[in-house]
């Protein structure tokens, strides 16, 4: 029996908080192991992306291949994918690969504001990545701009954008409100269904990568064979324990800092260790 890996295929960021980085982390924090495939690199830290350079499609096809061709990958999920020719690419390796579970995370801006895919990207996420997806997971922007219509704000109109996204090509889509105003309730269409997660908003700078960490998690639930109700409802729960315990520790960086992924593991800060 071989050991259950999952796959992320993203931007790293050289803080830690989002990206390849905070992928791994949350998939060690669940018990899968993590491979990756980086397709872009930044400069990044809790106070913003200060340069982004994207690595040759050469060199992501031979990741993506090198991964695939060893591991016993169960699930992948997709992050930062800076242009169109990228988004192609991961396309066309996962179309070879069609019975795989795929989380689209159609990552667009960062929190800072800076722009991560271009308009072609966006276009080619819509086109070529969201019908092989198993599941998209947008923000109330991101999913604004995959639509191209404002924002929604109510329960039903996030459920309404999500079936929008489902007659364009997706099997599924949970829409994350933590954009919305008042307390962040999430939304899971698809299948004929609705789940409403509801929450409450928590007093903290600390969610710098919750995006990221909260596709990695379904990703590495769907690897362990979890259905796809039940891996969003764990991970909506997991995530929000990552960011209660961020809430509580001493902080990381001075910016918007990360979520701590390995809660259940250690207290941020660890204890010194103990003298022989």
């Known amino acids: 029996m071989s050991v259950i890996a999952a796959l992320t295929v993203a931007g790293s960021d050289s803080g830690g908080g989002a990206g390849i980085q905070a992928d791994l982390r949350t998939f060690a924090a669940l018990q899968v192991y993590g491979t990756s495939a980086i397709t872009a690199v930044t400069a990044q830290s809790t106070r913003g992306v200060f340069a982004v350079e994207r690595l040759s499609l050469s060199l992501l096809r031979a990741q993506l291949d090198a991964v695939l061709e060893d591991f016993d990958i169960r699930a992948a999920k997709t992050g930062m994918l800076a242009d169109a020719e990228t988004v192609e690419l991961v396309a066309a390796v996962f179309g070879l690969h069609p019975a795989l579970p795929l989380v689209v995370d159609p990552v667009m801006i960062a929190e800072s504001g800076a722009r991560l895919t271009d ?158």
Not at 191 to 202: C, D, F, M
Not at 250 to 263: E, S, T, Y
């Open 119 to 276: 308009a072609a990207g966006m276009a080619a996420i819509t086109a070529r990545l969201i019908p092989r997806a198993s599941v998209v997971t947008p923000n109330l922007p991101e999913l604004a701009a995959l639509l191209g219509q404002p924002e929604p704000e109510a329960v039903e109109d996030m459920a309404a954008a999500g079936r929008a996204l489902i007659a364009q090509g997706a099997r599924a889509v949970l829409v994350k409100g933590g954009h919305r105003r008042g307390d962040p309730i999430d939304v899971l269409v698809g299948a004929g269904e609705t789940l409403v997660l509801p929450g409450a908003r928590i007093a903290t700078t600390s969610t710098h990568g919750t995006g990221c960490t909260y596709s990695a998690a379904i990703a590495a639930r769907l690897a362990l064979g979890q259905p796809l109700r039940e891996a969003v409802h764990f991970a909506h729960d997991y995530v929000r324990a990552a960011i209660e315990a961020a809430s509580r520790a001493a902080p990381v960086g001075h910016g918007k800092g990360p979520l701590h992924h390995l809660h259940a593991y250690y207290a941020w800060p660890p204890a010194p260790p103990r003298s022989a």
